[in-house]
Structures are given as C-alpha cells and as structure tokens.
C-alpha cells in the first residue's frame, strides 16, 4: 500500500504565505499525477492544481498567480507554496496522488488532510 504524509497547515493572517508538503511511500512503481485538493465547510471538494508524469502544471483558474505547485521526485513529494492567502483559502487541504503498482495496476490515495485558515 501508499502511504500519503501531510504537513505545513495552520493559521495565517490575510495576505500572508504557508508551504504545504506531501510525501508518498510505500509499494510504488511510478506516479502518474500528484496534486491537492481542498475542501471548505459546506462546499464540495474542488481541484486546487496537479502535476502530471510528464511535468506539466494546472491550476484552478481562480488560484493562478498565488498557488504554485512543484515536486521533488527524488523524495516522491510534492509542494503547494501558497501566497497572498485570503479568507476564502480557509479549507482543508487533501493531497491526491494516482500510482502505478508494480504489477502496473493504478491506485489512487488520498492524504489525511491538513487545515488552513486565514484570519485576523
């Protein structure tokens, strides 16, 4: 099994900047995708950006030019430095990662979730 390890959430003022990481590990051939999502109360989960095998980048529309996501393969991580947060980034963030297995079947997983919240 993968084994999915969040961290970097907390409280932050408006305006200011948190990095959250992902780690992956466990029975892994490749990663085809990794990215985050976010959910805030009362609101469907919605895509924040992912990054695929090949090294391209997508990011919601909304988020462009704060969020930006990279990845350290070496470490099977990935990053979502996140800048000017507003009140509305207020959700948790999920980490999401789509793996092929060495017997080459896909799985996907899901992080534990990390909270950010952006108050004064």
């Known amino acids: 099994q993968v084994q999915l390890v969040e961290s970097g959430g907390g409280l932050v003022q408006p305006g200011g900047s948190l990095r959250l990481s992902c780690a992956a590990s466990?029975?892994?051939?490749?990663?085809?995708?990794m990215g985050w999502y976010r959910q805030a109360p009362g609101k469907q989960r919605e895509l924040v950006a992912f990054?695929?095998?090949?090294?391209?980048?997508h990011y919601a529309d909304s988020l462009q030019g704060r969020f930006t996501i990279s990845r350290e393969n070496a470490k099977n991580t990935v990053y979502l430095q996140m800048n000017s947060l507003k009140p509305e980034d207020t959700a948790v963030y999920y980490c999401h990662v789509e793996v092929l297995g060495f017997s080459r079947v896909p799985y996907a997983y899901w992080g534990q979730g990390t909270q950010v919240t952006v108050s004064s």
């Open positions: 990054t695929a095998s090949g090294g391209s980048t």
């Open positions: 466990g029975s892994i051939f490749s990663i085809r995708t």
